[in-house]
């Protein structure tokens, strides 16, 4: 079956240090992937997302990194904020032209002053 | 534009009883979802349309109905609450399919006694 899961559920780091997040997918037909932050009480918000035909996407101050030889996917975060201290959700369009996404359990994100 | 709305933002039930929480948009999205979030589970999909008149089944359908008479409007069904379906409820909406940005709302807050 498909999951996503994560390498680490928590992350710390200095502010004005970069940050990566990480996350594994198993399924190798997954062709979408997304990013989402969530703050404390508040919904997912889009961060960033990348098809399976690129290996690297970037946005304003992040970059997510795509390697499907080994199912992987990361978020880099350049100069992290305070502001950037949420949980990073990844997620895959499950199957081929399914219209689910599949999400994984998420990475909190700790930015100490 | 006020986004994707919900409503309640909490609500207590006893086992047994049934309600409905609210979901409605006012981008003109096709595409809106309905996901459960629990601690360590990440986000979990109930139903999902892709237009008006059409819904599909999520991972975790059961004990959950889904109409989509309108555009605006996918409201979320709990025919008869158990204790298991004590949540965090996130409706969320896209331009399409999957493949878009999905904006989701604040979200429900329920408990099952």
């Known amino acids: 079956g498909e999951s996503v899961g994560l390498h680490l559920p928590t992350l710390s780091v200095q502010e004005g240090d970069n940050s990566i997040i990480n996350c594994a997918y198993s399924?190798?037909?997954?062709?979408?992937f997304i990013w989402y932050k969530q703050e404390s009480g508040k919904g997912p918000q889009f961060i960033i997302d990348?098809?399976?035909?690129?290996d690297k996407r970037q946005g304003q101050r992040v970059t997510v990194l795509l390697n499907k030889t080994v199912k992987h996917l990361s978020l880099q975060i350049a100069a992290t904020q305070p502001g950037d201290s949420a949980v990073y959700f990844c997620a895959e369009r499950a199957q081929g032209g399914s219209e689910k996404l599949v999400f994984g359990k998420g990475t909190k994100l700790t930015v100490n002053p | 534009n006020a986004g994707v709305t919900q409503t309640p933002k909490f609500q207590v039930l006893k086992t047994g009883q049934s309600m409905t929480l609210q979901c409605a948009q006012d981008m003109n999205h096709e595409y809106m979802s309905w996901y459960r979030q629990d601690p360590g589970m990440g986000l979990r999909l109930i139903h999902y349309?892709?237009?008006?008149?059409?819904?599909d089944q999520g991972e975790v359908p059961n004990g959950y109905n889904v109409s989509r008479s309108t555009t605006e409007d996918f409201p979320l069904r709990l025919l008869s609450a158990a204790p298991s379906q004590t949540s965090v409820y996130f409706c969320?909406?896209?331009?399409?399919?999957?493949?878009?940005?999905?904006?989701f709302g604040p979200g429900t807050r329920l408990t099952v006694l």
């Open positions: 349309s892709v237009g008006a008149g059409i819904t």
């Open positions: 969320a909406s896209s331009y399409r399919t999957a493949y878009n940005e999905q904006f």
């Open positions: 990348i098809r399976s035909n690129m």
């Open positions: 399924n190798s037909a997954s062709d979408y």
